[in-house]
């Protein structure tokens, strides 16, 4: 596959252009969002009210089992609506998750889906609600507006601050055999409401909120400095940026607060609708790669990644850089070049405050090449400030690979 720089640039016009063509500069997509302590109940009377009466609830096997999805749901089970389980989703679902929750939502003719907890279970439960009646191989839906009309609607309920799934229409499925993680994009995969309640996120893990916190950051940063100025992408990014700087930290060092919980879930689902206008760049390209051949968490990913990428693109991400070192008073430096250069510093910083290390040792350098391969060809499809060449992204592998 030929991946000079000029063909790249050429393919990611072309593919930018079509884009604008196909759906325009006007942000689509509208749901409801209940917040605040209760938000599920909210939610289950909305659902209740609707009329669904056989739901399936689509989330792991922790949370099953520890009796949380249930008590998130307390409301549909109090109002007579039958819940059918599908609990078998791990980190990074697979197109085999999918057929396996397809086969509980179609045996028991579920009119809605549910996902709780975090970006994996919304993921999964996207494309599940796809396949009420096709029988084609999710596979096959890979891409824009591929996937069936017949979408059962979806409603969502994040037990994490972070993937931002609940306010987006992509889902990211994974292909263990080709160690590729697919991304699946239609408006009918958007939620039609989702409950953010930080009630479901006390107590939830250090590392857990950090990675998570983390990933919201960067859907933040990637929207907010790429080179398309659609809808609120800038707005939704900016809020985001602000919000996990100011809430992250305090979440972190005292899990059961309310109010930085709750900040953090905001802050999440700003990010999640800054993305679902503009998609994110190189940061989630790097990293996608490293979960689906690695292993690695995405949000670990990219707090691994996020830094070097900000210092390559440094002077292209000047102007946005420079005013989000303003809105969350990091610099207020007189020089564009010197607020940008105190941004991306105080990103590194909060990485290395809430203990994510910046090197992995699941990365392997014998597959630098494929890695960076497998990266360019997806950044492509991005509006980041700039491409970053196969010796770029190698140096970030071996910056970020323990030696």
Same mark, same amino acid.
């Given at each position: 596959?030929?991946?000079?720089?000029?063909?790249?640039?050429?393919?990611?016009?072309?593919?930018?252009?079509?884009?604008?063509?196909?759906?325009?500069?006007?942000?689509?997509?509208?749901?409801?969002?209940?917040?605040?302590?209760?938000?599920?109940?909210?939610?289950?009377?909305?659902?209740?009210?609707?009329?669904?009466?056989?739901?399936?609830?689509?989330?792991?096997?922790?949370?099953?089992?520890?009796?949380?999805?249930?008590?998130?749901?307390?409301?549909?089970?109090?109002?007579?609506?039958?819940?059918?389980?599908?609990?078998?989703?791990?980190?990074?679902?697979?197109?085999?998750?999918?057929?396996?929750?397809?086969?509980?939502?179609?045996?028991?003719?579920?009119?809605?889906?549910?996902?709780?907890?975090?970006?994996?279970?919304?993921?999964?439960?996207?494309?599940?609600?796809?396949?009420?009646?096709?029988?084609?191989?999710?596979?096959?839906?890979?891409?824009?507006?591929?996937?069936?009309?017949?979408?059962?609607?979806?409603?969502?309920?994040?037990?994490?601050?972070?993937?931002?799934?609940?306010?987006?229409?992509?889902?990211?499925?994974?292909?263990? #055999?080709?160690? !590729?993680?697919?991304?699946? &994009?239609?408006?009918?995969? *958007?939620?039609? $409401?989702?409950?953010?309640?930080? /009630? @479901?996120?006390?107590?939830?893990?250090?590392?857990?909120?950090?990675?998570?916190?983390?990933?919201?950051?960067?859907?933040?940063?990637?929207?907010?400095?790429?080179?398309?100025?659609?809808?609120?992408?800038?707005?939704?990014?900016?809020?985001?940026?602000?919000?996990?700087?100011?809430?992250?930290?305090?979440?972190?060092?005292?899990?059961?607060?309310?109010?930085?919980?709750?900040?953090?879930?905001?802050?999440?689902?700003?990010?999640?609708?800054?993305?679902?206008?503009?998609?994110?760049?190189?940061?989630?390209?790097?990293?996608?790669?490293?979960?689906?051949?690695?292993?690695?968490?995405?949000?670990? #990913?990219?707090? !691994?990644?996020?830094?070097? &990428?900000?210092?390559?693109? *440094?002077?292209? $991400?000047?102007?946005?850089?420079? /005013? @989000?070192?303003?809105?969350?008073?990091?610099?207020?430096?007189?020089?564009?070049?010197?607020?940008?250069?105190?941004?991306?510093?105080?990103?590194?910083?909060?990485?290395?405050?809430?203990?994510?290390?910046?090197?992995?040792?699941?990365?392997?350098?014998?597959?630098?090449?494929?890695?960076?391969?497998?990266?360019?060809?997806?950044?492509?499809?991005?509006?980041?400030?700039?491409?970053?060449?196969?010796?770029?992204?190698?140096?970030?592998?071996?910056?970020?690979?323990?030696?």
């Amino acid at each position: 596959m030929l991946r000079s720089m000029p063909v790249r640039r050429f393919k990611r016009g072309f593919q930018l252009g079509l884009i604008k063509l196909l759906i325009g500069n006007k942000a689509a997509g509208v749901h409801l969002s209940y917040v605040g302590q209760g938000a599920t109940a909210d939610l289950c009377r909305r659902i209740v009210d609707i009329g669904h009466p056989d739901v399936l609830v689509v989330t792991d096997k922790a949370l099953k089992e520890l009796g949380l999805a249930e008590r998130a749901l307390a409301g549909l089970i109090d109002a007579g609506v039958n819940l059918h389980w599908y609990a078998g989703v791990d980190p990074d679902p697979t197109f085999a998750h999918v057929v396996e929750g397809s086969r509980v939502l179609r045996s028991a003719g579920c009119t809605a889906v549910v996902a709780v907890g975090g970006g994996s279970s919304m993921d999964a439960a996207k494309i599940i609600a796809c396949t009420r009646s096709s029988d084609e191989s999710p596979d096959k839906w890979v891409g824009l507006n591929k996937t069936p009309e017949d979408i059962v609607p979806i409603y969502a309920v994040p037990t994490t601050s972070g993937t931002g799934s609940e306010a987006t229409m992509g889902a990211v499925i994974k292909d263990p #055999a080709e160690k !590729l993680k697919h991304i699946i &994009v239609a408006e009918g995969l *958007l939620p039609q $409401a989702v409950a953010l309640d930080p /009630e @479901l996120l006390l107590g939830l893990p250090a590392p857990v909120t950090a990675a998570t916190g983390i990933d919201a950051l960067t859907h933040g940063i990637e929207a907010y400095i790429c080179i398309w100025d659609r809808g609120t992408r800038k707005e939704n990014g900016r809020l985001a940026v602000q919000g996990v700087f100011r809430w992250l930290e305090r979440a972190m060092q005292n899990p059961g607060d309310i109010e930085s919980r709750q900040g953090m879930a905001v802050a999440a689902y700003h990010a999640g609708i800054a993305i679902n206008q503009v998609g994110v760049g190189n940061v989630h390209a790097i990293a996608h790669q490293l979960g689906a051949r690695f292993g690695i968490p995405h949000g670990q #990913a990219n707090a !691994l990644v996020l830094p070097h &990428v900000l210092k390559a693109c *440094l002077a292209e $991400a000047e102007t946005a850089l420079a /005013e @989000l070192a303003v809105v969350t008073q990091v610099s207020d430096a007189a020089s564009p070049a010197a607020r940008a250069q105190a941004f991306v510093d105080a990103v590194t910083d909060l990485i290395a405050k809430v203990g994510i290390a910046d090197t992995d040792p699941r990365i392997q350098s014998a597959e630098w090449t494929a890695v960076a391969h497998a990266a360019m060809d997806e950044s492509d499809g991005y509006v980041s400030p700039r491409l970053l060449s196969k010796a770029e992204m190698m140096e970030i592998l071996e910056r970020i690979t323990v030696r």
